[in-house]
């Protein structure tokens, strides 16, 4: 079946560790997304990536990295930079064009104790 | 001023009412626009997209009025299993996917 898949599922860390949430999609999308949300809220893009090896930093890119070597990887790293990492993790891929839909893997919900 | 934004909630309706949710956006060049339905806890998934026409999917009918920068989702007959939150997205020319902050509907039996 064709879809996003995020892992982990669920991750807990140390303060100052870096973690880095895989995303991996076989829709053969050209561009991927990362957003967080947090309780309550919307969902803020972190990060975006219209083509392999090239990307954009989103409205809160700050404290977070990313790569697309691949067309089916976005790996976004939270660096200990990122003064606040506990939220909801969400990658997404759309279809080409001005009327693409939004493909969202099921997330990945990190804590940071 | 945020550049999606949508109506405050949450909406707390019997089942069998009409709710209608809207949302604004501040870029003008904005081109496409959709509503999405996320439940606690899990990604959101696409409700419908929005045309310049109007369209509409069974009990669910969006509008777009792009002179007003206004979108709006109206839902008939709701149903318990309507209870979610409902996202508005604004995707801009530069292919930049824009969430509002999104709207709980709780319907009671």
């Known amino acids: 079946d064709g879809g996003i898949t995020q892992s982990p599922k669920y991750l807990f860390r140390k303060e100052g560790q870096n973690v880095t949430l895989s995303c991996e999609q076989n829709?053969?999308?050209?561009?991927m997304y990362w957003y967080r949300q947090d309780p309550g809220q919307g969902l803020r893009l972190i990060y975006y990536?219209?083509?392999?090896?090239?990307?954009q930093k989103g409205d809160i890119a700050e404290g977070y990295s990313v790569s697309r070597e691949k067309k089916e990887s976005f790996p976004l790293t939270v660096t200990s930079a990122q003064k606040n990492p506990t939220a909801f993790y969400l990658c997404?891929?759309?279809?080409?064009?001005?009327?693409?839909?939004?493909?969202f893997g099921e997330g990945s919900r990190l804590t940071v104790l | 001023r945020k550049e999606v934004e949508q109506d405050p909630g949450p909406f707390n309706v019997p089942e069998g009412a009409t709710v209608a949710f809207n949302c604004t956006y501040s870029?003008?060049?904005?081109?496409?626009f959709f509503w999405y339905r996320q439940d606690c806890r899990k990604e959101p998934k696409l409700l419908m997209s929005?045309?310049?026409s109007g369209n509409e999917d069974g009990r669910f009918t969006a509008q777009l009025n792009r002179a007003s920068q206004y979108i709006s989702l109206l839902i008939r007959d709701s149903k318990l299993s309507d209870s979610a939150t409902y996202l508005c997205?604004?995707?801009?020319?530069?292919?930049?996917?824009?969430f509002g902050q999104g709207t709980e509907l709780s319907v009671k039996p």
């Open positions: 997404a891929s759309s279809s080409p064009g001005d009327t693409g839909e939004l493909f």
């Open positions: 829709l053969n999308h050209d561009a």
């Open positions: 990536s219209q083509i392999v090896n090239d990307f």
């Open positions: 870029n003008s060049a904005s081109q496409s």
């Open positions: 929005v045309y310049s």
């Open positions: 997205v604004v995707k801009n020319q530069g292919g930049k996917l824009i």
